[in-house]
Nanobody, 124 residues
Framework: QVQLVESGGGLVQAGGSLRLSCTAS????????MGWFRQAPGKEREFVAT????????LYVDSVKGRFTISRDNGKNTVYLQMNSLKPEDTAVYYC?????????????????WGQGTQVTVSS
């Protein structure tokens, strides 16, 4: 059983920055792609960013391109989401997830393990 633990969420003013971290248990972190998703109140969960197992391939939802950066440290079993120039519409619970294979992907049904989520609130 894989456990994913997110941290780094909080309250920030518009234009500010946060870095989310997600640390995975187990020894197989480096062979799986990882992703970040978010869910705002009353909305469906949406894809934010994904990174391939080796870190060489990344994908982003259009609304965060140029502002968010996903990265990973396989030696620390950790994936990060650096969020800059935050906007009120970025407010959501952010979830990290482990994909079922090594390739970056955007569909939630491609991910088999999920963290508990961390709240990000951006005030205007």
């Amino acid at each position: 059983q894989v456990q994913l633990v997110e941290s780094g969420g909080g309250l920030v003013q518009a234009g500010g920055s946060l870095r989310l971290s997600c640390t995975a248990s187990g020894r197989t972190f480096s062979i799986y792609a990882m992703g970040w998703f978010r869910q705002a109140p009353g909305k469906e969960r949406e894809f934010v960013a994904t990174i391939s197992s080796g870190g060489g391939s990344t994908l982003y939802v259009d609304s965060v391109k140029g502002r968010f950066t996903i990265s990973r440290d396989n030696g620390k079993n950790t994936v990060y989401l650096q969020m800059n120039s935050l906007k009120p519409e970025d407010t959501a619970v952010y979830y990290c997830a482990r994909k079922s294979n090594s390739a970056a992907g955007v569909r939630p049904n491609q991910y088999d393990y999920w963290g508990q989520g961390t709240q990000v609130t951006v005030s205007s």
